[in-house]
């Protein structure tokens, strides 16, 4: 029996949070532009959870934007699917069990296009929320009038400008537009690119007035780790012990936080913030930013190529080994906390970092290393260079853990080409897929297959990093001595992370 509408009534599960009928008769309120985990395993959720308590009562059209995959998955299950989550809490297991009903629907932007711009033109649609990942807002300049336009700014502006024309310029009919990309300023970016590609289509002035008094970009940061699917031995024993095939489930921590930027208004129209304590809308992020974005972010990003050479395939497993715990706590505290660019109290900040190592040992999440490196060179520059060059504002030696992290992440985008276009690595004589958009140029700097030089072609990177690495004091140096204590086959030796 697959998970669908029409068979919720055929499951007996006490312990799950089962949708009512009523649900499915809500209007959409939120489009959604991302079928991806995160989005589904936190604003849905929260969504999802303000509907049953009748607070915020309005679902979710979710835009598919890229064309791998399909939508076939959430048409069978009527957009439901299981959250299974997780986690430990003040030395306690928590565990929750929810079926979201937050989809209504989802839309192939390359086919169903006229479909998004009729909900353009819904009175009942207020949000607007993104996740298209680091890469996914940026200028495109294209005519927006395309069907549909190639980049997520561009989407948005032809919605926009169908809302528009829709409602004839009624200053009551802009919408909250929330992106979840984890960049810093993600709200005041996407408004800037939308309102430059407006221009640049030359969009009456009447748009341009409303577009930027109508509308709000908030920016926003979420927080919550969700590895997506179980894996197939434990998504057949939850199909036996549940009774239903789901093929859409995702795991997830307990945790979670979704902080928005924005005033009373805003909240008033989020009012499924109401529904849990971890949607916060307040004047102000950059607290939860720069806590979450370094700390967490920044130490998985750091210590992610560093397990990976190590042997280690999931944080989970990287946590139970001790000498890995002593490297990523002395990375987390002594290397990354005093470098936050961000006046922080020392207690709070603290506090967090240990909550995040917590997170990192939930034994029931399997967070696998290959996914954290998704984008990996963009991962680095937004949430590690600001660290590092913070770091030389206090210190002139260089930071060894962050060196060691940039070492082993060099070596793991040593990639080639494969005939599909898809890049691969190799270490210990095991392949593995690279997604990132600069794999490339990995590639080709690691045709001169000189330690040294590769690693001086990288750092001094203006293009990559916006700043000459090579230029730090020492960091070179100490980026190569870490380098050459990885072997030929790319593996850190037993006693490297030791202190």
Same mark, same amino acid.
């Given at each position: 029996?697959?998970?669908?509408?029409?068979?919720?009534?055929?499951?007996?599960?006490?312990?799950?949070?089962?949708?009512?009928?009523?649900?499915?008769?809500?209007?959409?309120?939120?489009?959604?532009? =991302?079928? =991806?985990?995160?989005?589904?395993?936190?604003?849905?959720?929260?969504? *999802?959870?303000?509907?049953?308590?009748?607070?915020?009562?309005?679902?979710?059209?979710?835009?598919?934007?890229?064309?791998?995959?399909?939508?076939?998955?959430?048409?069978?299950? *009527? +957009?439901?699917?299981?959250?299974?989550?997780?986690?430990?809490?003040?030395?306690?297991? @928590?565990?929750?069990?929810?079926?979201?009903?937050?989809?209504?629907?989802?839309?192939?932007?390359?086919? *169903?296009?006229?479909?998004?711009?009729?909900?353009?033109?819904?009175?009942?649609?207020?949000?607007?929320?993104?996740?298209?990942?680091?890469?996914?807002?940026?200028?495109?300049?294209?005519?927006?009038?395309?069907?549909?336009?190639?980049?997520?700014?561009?989407?948005?502006?032809?919605?926009?400008?169908?809302?528009?024309?829709?409602?004839?310029?009624?200053?009551?009919?802009?919408?909250?537009?929330?992106?979840?990309?984890?960049?810093?300023?993600? +709200?005041?970016?996407?408004?800037?690119?939308?309102?430059?590609?407006?221009?640049?289509?030359?969009?009456?002035?009447?748009?341009?007035?409303?577009?930027?008094?109508?509308?709000?970009?908030?920016?926003?940061?979420?927080?919550?780790?969700?590895?997506?699917?179980?894996?197939?031995?434990?998504?057949?024993?939850?199909?036996?012990?549940? +009774?239903?095939?789901?093929?859409?489930?995702?795991?997830?921590?307990?945790?979670?936080?979704?902080?928005?930027?924005?005033?009373?208004? @805003?909240?008033?129209?989020?009012?499924?913030?109401?529904?849990?304590?971890?949607?916060?809308?307040?004047?102000?992020?950059?607290?939860?930013?720069?806590?979450?974005?370094?700390?967490?972010?920044?130490?998985?990003?750091?210590?992610?190529?560093?397990? /990976?050479?190590?042997?280690?395939?999931?944080?989970?497993?990287?946590?139970?080994?001790?000498?890995?715990?002593?490297?990523?706590?002395?990375?987390?505290?002594?290397?990354?906390?005093?470098?936050?660019?961000?006046?922080?109290?020392?207690?709070?900040?603290?506090?967090?970092? =240990?909550? %995040?190592?917590?997170?990192?040992?939930?034994?029931?999440?399997?967070?696998?290393?290959?996914?954290?490196?998704?984008? /990996?060179?963009?991962?680095?520059?937004?949430?590690?260079?600001?660290?590092?060059?913070?770091? /030389?504002?206090?210190?002139?030696?260089?930071?060894?853990?962050?060196?060691?992290?940039?070492?082993?992440?060099?070596?793991?985008?040593?990639?080639?080409?494969?005939?599909?276009?898809?890049?691969? +690595?190799?270490?210990?004589?095991?392949?593995?897929?690279?997604?990132?958009?600069?794999?490339?140029?990995?590639?080709?700097?690691?045709?001169?297959?000189?330690?040294?030089?590769?690693?001086?072609? %990288?750092?001094?990177?203006?293009?990559?990093?916006?700043? *000459?690495?090579?230029?730090?004091?020492?960091?070179?140096?100490?980026?190569?001595?870490?380098?050459?204590?990885?072997?030929?086959?790319?593996?850190?030796?037993?006693?490297?992370?030791?202190?």
């Amino acid at each position: 029996m697959i998970l669908s509408k029409y068979n919720l009534k055929k499951i007996n599960m006490p312990a799950f949070q089962l949708p009512q009928e009523q649900v499915f008769e809500l209007p959409e309120k939120v489009l959604q532009f =991302g079928t =991806g985990v995160l989005l589904r395993g936190l604003p849905d959720y929260f969504i *999802d959870k303000a509907n049953r308590k009748g607070i915020f009562n309005g679902r979710v059209v979710v835009v598919k934007s890229t064309d791998t995959g399909s939508v076939t998955d959430f048409d069978k299950q *009527d +957009g439901l699917y299981t959250i299974y989550s997780k986690g430990i809490e003040n030395a306690k297991e @928590i565990k929750e069990q929810v079926i979201c009903s937050a989809i209504s629907r989802v839309l192939s932007a390359s086919t *169903d296009w006229d479909a998004i711009l009729e909900v353009a033109r819904s009175p009942h649609l207020q949000v607007v929320i993104s996740n298209t990942t680091e890469v996914g807002i940026k200028l495109v300049k294209e005519d927006v009038r395309k069907h549909p336009p190639v980049s997520y700014p561009g989407k948005l502006l032809a919605i926009l400008y169908e809302r528009y024309k829709a409602f004839n310029g009624s200053k009551d009919r802009g919408l909250v537009i929330i992106p979840t990309e984890l960049i810093v300023d993600n +709200g005041k970016k996407l408004e800037a690119i939308v309102l430059e590609l407006a221009h640049l289509n030359k969009l009456e002035p009447a748009f341009m007035d409303w577009l930027e008094s109508s509308n709000s970009f908030c920016n926003s940061l979420v927080d919550r780790i969700v590895p997506g699917r179980p894996d197939k031995a434990l998504s057949d024993e939850q199909e036996i012990a549940n +009774g239903y095939a789901d093929n859409l489930s995702i795991i997830s921590e307990t945790y979670g936080l979704w902080a928005i930027e924005g005033d009373d208004k @805003i909240a008033s129209v989020l009012s499924f913030s109401l529904a849990d304590k971890g949607v916060v809308i307040t004047p102000d992020i950059e607290l939860f930013r720069e806590l979450k974005l370094r700390l967490l972010n920044g130490t998985h990003t750091l210590s992610c190529a560093v397990a /990976y050479l190590s042997g280690f395939r999931t944080v989970k497993e990287a946590m139970d080994d001790d000498e890995f715990t002593k490297f990523i706590t002395r990375l987390a505290f002594n290397e990354i906390l005093p470098a936050i660019p961000y006046k922080i109290d020392h207690a709070v900040a603290t506090d967090f970092a =240990g909550k %995040v190592l917590d997170r990192f040992r939930n034994p029931y999440i399997r967070h696998e290393w290959l996914s954290i490196s998704m984008q /990996y060179t963009t991962k680095i520059k937004m949430r590690v260079i600001p660290l590092l060059l913070n770091h /030389y504002t206090i210190n002139n030696s260089a930071p060894e853990c962050v060196a060691l992290g940039f070492a082993a992440f060099i070596r793991f985008m040593r990639v080639k080409a494969g005939d599909n276009g898809q890049y691969t +690595g190799t270490i210990n004589d095991e392949e593995y897929k690279v997604t990132d958009s600069q794999a490339e140029y990995f590639a080709k700097v690691w045709e001169s297959n000189d330690i040294n030089t590769v690693v001086q072609n %990288v750092l001094k990177n203006k293009e990559l990093w916006d700043a *000459d690495l090579s230029a730090l004091p020492g960091f070179e140096n100490a980026v190569i001595e870490q380098f050459n204590r990885i072997n030929a086959k790319g593996q850190l030796e037993p006693g490297i992370i030791k202190n």
